[in-house]
């Protein structure tokens, strides 16, 4: 079985070697050399030790969870078991041939070391794993100079120097190898799956190189256009995205500064749209000039909603009856609250429908967006109900009365994740000389557009003029689920004249912003550095939960700003204009097609 980097061959036979020859290089240790006993007895005992020691971790996290002991608080027997477990561990990647970590744990050199920790030393390995991006290392910095590279007992002479190069031009090799192809082969006939890669490989840029290949030999069709260097695919495998043969490049703009609530924020906005930026960034302009904006968190609740179903009505309605009692709440807290450190049940509200009942469980849930952490508090729940109702059959952990992304009037009516309201008060001389309108021309339209004309086509939240456009350009840049753009948009924006109708006030009510600092796609890399601008990234030490809430006021007030210069150019009859300049290359259209 192949290590994840394959290089101790290669580095011996393409280098000149000073006062030693091919027949004296020394053969480290092997993994087996542990002890010294016949190699079946000493694998045995390490694999009984690892898997034993597991079972006991196991079983005494498991009853840390369920008597909510800290997990970091550890007895004398937990650290021996852990100590076991990393010695047995390390014993057991030797004995399958991963030699980068055998070479570092059982013949660990200052020089090698070295050449592992400090990407300046790693010329070498690049130039024989060029695959492999020096983590850390920013998108717009050159990798480091060439140096020497010296390892014991044998004496390496440098190649000459490279070009600096950027991470997005560290190269794959162009010319498969006998093995690649083999491989790639094996994908095309259906021999080996195509999901299987990364785990038969060890190197998931190496996967999505061959599966991309085998993709463009299957299919006929050209990839060539899709990036695939200079993106790490480790940071994704098993978390973001399965199968990958590549990325997509999607331009990030900033609008702002944004004044909110006395502090400025640059805002990040991934979109392929011409003008939402800068449209969003006059409005930024306008706010601030006014003094800023304002934002006042509502609520901040996840939602689950599992569907039961039962024999009879009369006995779904006693469970309804049963979760709704106040007088039980308290020991379904308990349950719920039992696997996680930061979830916490705040309220459980049923709807019946015959003999089938819809729970919608609504619980904080830290900086985390949450969805995975109130499911898994509901299965407690149903667990822990089952005892006095045995009779209850789930049908399934979301019955869609959460409402997850899907427009959906409980949304609207309850709120999910982050319920906010952002107001602002703009002066009528910035309202003419920074929005090109006035107020009553605004008050107006926002009556007949975003109310009236909302109603009129029968719209579930969608009481704005593209609060969504705000909100999916700044999920991508940070991030967040794309998908819950759908619930997330919901907004009802208002507009009224202040000071005798020389004034505006402009707000935006958005009840189920659903964002998080931690999990999921904030943990990329670009993503995790849109998060660092605004000063959100990860979880908040201080007040768990203070990151998440603080992005979603920032979306709402971002999505103020926006409202508020799409709708003045809609009045001024800049629209069209703005667009044409932006979007479209400026040519006679009548020329061109004559």
Same mark, same amino acid.
């Given at each position: 079985?192949?290590?994840?980097?394959?290089?101790?061959?290669?580095?011996?036979?393409?280098?000149?070697?000073?006062?030693?020859?091919?027949?004296?290089?020394?053969?480290?240790?092997?993994?087996?050399?542990?002890?010294?006993?016949?190699?079946?007895?000493?694998?045995?005992?390490? *694999?009984?030790?690892?898997?034993?020691?597991?079972?006991?971790? $196991?079983?005494?996290?498991?009853?840390?969870?369920?008597?909510?002991?800290?997990?970091? $608080?550890?007895?004398?027997?937990?650290?021996?078991?852990?100590?076991?477990?990393?010695?047995?561990?390390?014993? =057991?990647?030797?004995?399958?041939?991963?030699?980068?970590?055998?070479?570092?744990?059982?013949?660990?050199?200052?020089?090698?070391?070295?050449?592992?920790?400090?990407?300046?030393?790693?010329?070498?390995?690049?130039?024989?794993?060029?695959?492999?991006?020096?983590?850390?290392?920013?998108?717009?910095?050159?990798?480091?100079?060439?140096?020497?590279?010296?390892?014991?007992?044998?004496?390496?002479?440098?190649?000459?120097?490279? +070009?600096?190069?950027?991470?997005?031009?560290?190269?794959?090799?162009?010319?498969?190898?006998?093995?690649?192809?083999?491989?790639?082969?094996?994908?095309?006939?259906?021999?080996?799956?195509?999901?299987?890669?990364?785990?038969?490989?060890?190197?998931?840029?190496?996967?999505?190189?061959?599966?991309?290949?085998?993709?463009?030999?299957?299919?006929?069709?050209?990839?060539?256009?899709?990036?695939?260097?200079?993106?790490?695919?480790?940071?994704?495998?098993?978390?973001?995205?399965?199968?990958?043969? &590549?990325?997509?490049?999607?331009?990030?703009?900033?609008?702002?500064?944004?004044?909110?609530?006395?502090?400025?924020?640059?805002?990040?906005?991934?979109?392929?749209?011409?003008?939402?930026?800068?449209?969003?960034?006059?409005?930024?302009?306008?706010?601030?000039?006014?003094?800023?904006?304002?934002?006042?968190?509502?609520?901040?609740?996840?939602?689950?909603?599992?569907?039961?179903?039962?024999?009879?009505?009369?006995?779904?309605?006693? $469970?309804?009856?049963?979760?709704?009692?106040?007088?039980?709440?308290?020991?379904?807290?308990?349950? *719920?609250?039992?696997?996680?450190?930061? &979830?916490?049940?705040?309220?459980? +509200?049923?709807?019946?429908?015959?003999?089938?009942?819809?729970?919608?469980?609504?619980?904080?849930?830290?900086?985390?967006?949450?969805?995975?952490?109130?499911?898994?508090?509901?299965?407690?729940?149903?667990?822990?109900?089952?005892?006095?109702?045995?009779? =209850?059959?789930?049908?399934?952990?979301?019955?869609?009365?959460?409402?997850?992304?899907?427009?959906?009037?409980?949304?609207?009516?309850?709120?999910?994740?982050?319920?906010?309201?952002?107001?602002?008060?703009?002066?009528?001389?910035?309202?003419?000389?920074?929005? +090109?309108?006035?107020?009553?021309?605004?008050?107006?339209?926002?009556?007949?557009?975003? /109310?009236?004309?909302?109603?009129?086509?029968?719209?579930?939240?969608?009481?704005?003029?593209?609060?969504?456009?705000?909100?999916?350009?700044?999920?991508?840049?940070?991030?967040?689920?794309?998908?819950?753009?759908?619930?997330?948009?919901?907004?009802?924006?208002?507009?009224?004249?202040?000071?005798?109708?020389?004034?505006?006030?402009?707000?935006?009510? =958005?009840?189920?912003?659903?964002?998080?600092?931690?999990?999921?796609?904030?943990?990329?890399?670009?993503?995790?550095?849109? $998060?660092?601008?605004? &000063?959100?990234?990860?979880?908040?030490?201080?007040?768990?939960?203070?990151?998440?809430?603080?992005?979603?006021?920032?979306?709402?007030?971002?999505?103020?700003?926006?409202?508020?210069?799409?709708?003045?150019?809609?009045?001024?009859?800049? /629209?069209?204009?703005?667009?044409?300049?932006?979007?479209?290359?400026?040519?006679?259209?009548?020329?061109?097609?004559?």
């Amino acid at each position: 079985m192949e290590g994840t980097r394959r290089r101790s061959t290669k580095s011996i036979h393409d280098h000149k070697l000073v006062d030693h020859d091919e027949s004296s290089a020394v053969i480290g240790p092997k993994a087996s050399d542990a002890l010294p006993l016949p190699l079946y007895i000493t694998n045995a005992l390490f *694999f009984t030790v690892f898997f034993s020691v597991v079972y006991f971790l $196991l079983t005494r996290w498991r009853e840390k969870i369920r008597n909510s002991t800290p997990l970091h $608080l550890l007895t004398l027997s937990e650290i021996a078991a852990i100590f076991a477990f990393i010695t047995s561990f390390i014993y =057991m990647l030797g004995f399958f041939g991963i030699d980068f970590v055998q070479s570092l744990i059982l013949r660990p050199s200052p020089d090698v070391w070295a050449a592992h920790d400090d990407e300046e030393d790693e010329e070498d390995l690049l130039k024989e794993d060029a695959c492999i991006v020096p983590c850390g290392q920013a998108l717009d910095c050159p990798a480091p100079p060439p140096q020497k590279l010296t390892v014991d007992p044998i004496v390496v002479v440098p190649s000459p120097p490279l +070009k600096p190069k950027a991470v997005d031009e560290v190269p794959f090799p162009t010319t498969l190898t006998e093995e690649d192809e083999e491989i790639i082969s094996s994908v095309v006939a259906g021999k080996i799956p195509s999901y299987s890669l990364e785990s038969k490989l060890g190197d998931c840029m190496r996967a999505a190189a061959i599966r991309r290949e085998a993709l463009q030999r299957i299919t006929s069709k050209s990839l060539s256009g899709l990036p695939l260097e200079g993106f790490d695919y480790e940071s994704i495998l098993g978390q973001c995205c399965e199968m990958p043969v &590549g990325y997509v490049q999607i331009p990030v703009g900033i609008a702002g500064p944004l004044l909110l609530d006395g502090k400025e924020y640059s805002v990040p906005m991934a979109t392929t749209e011409g003008c939402l930026v800068a449209s969003t960034n006059r409005g930024c302009k306008a706010i601030h000039l006014c003094g800023g904006a304002t934002s006042v968190l509502l609520r901040d609740a996840m939602t689950r909603a599992p569907v039961v179903r039962f024999g009879t009505a009369k006995r779904a309605a006693q $469970l309804k009856l049963y979760l709704e009692d106040p007088a039980n709440f308290e020991a379904v807290s308990t349950a *719920f609250n039992k696997s996680s450190r930061f &979830g916490r049940l705040q309220n459980i +509200k049923c709807a019946l429908a015959g003999k089938n009942l819809y729970m919608r469980f609504s619980c904080s849930t830290g900086d985390a967006m949450g969805m995975n952490m109130v499911s898994k508090g509901v299965q407690n729940v149903l667990d822990f109900v089952q005892n006095d109702f045995p009779d =209850m059959d789930v049908l399934g952990i979301s019955g869609n009365y959460c409402s997850d992304k899907k427009p959906a009037a409980v949304n609207w009516i309850e709120g999910r994740g982050k319920s906010v309201v952002c107001e602002a008060i703009i002066k009528g001389d910035v309202v003419r000389k920074v929005l +090109k309108t006035n107020v009553n021309t605004l008050v107006e339209l926002n009556m007949l557009k975003n /109310l009236t004309g909302s109603a009129m086509a029968g719209a579930l939240g969608g009481f704005n003029a593209h609060a969504s456009n705000i909100v999916s350009a700044i999920y991508i840049a940070t991030g967040q689920d794309p998908a819950q753009n759908v619930e997330s948009s919901h907004c009802i924006t208002m507009m009224e004249p202040l000071n005798g109708g020389e004034d505006l006030h402009v707000s935006v009510t =958005m009840p189920s912003i659903e964002v998080g600092t931690v999990g999921g796609g904030t943990q990329l890399a670009s993503q995790s550095a849109c $998060l660092n601008l605004l &000063g959100v990234k990860g979880a908040c030490k201080e007040t768990p939960g203070a990151n998440a809430r603080l992005l979603a006021s920032i979306v709402a007030g971002s999505v103020l700003a926006g409202e508020l210069s799409l709708m003045s150019a809609i009045a001024a009859g800049q /629209l069209v204009q703005s667009h044409m300049q932006y979007n479209r290359a400026n040519k006679d259209v009548a020329k061109v097609s004559s």
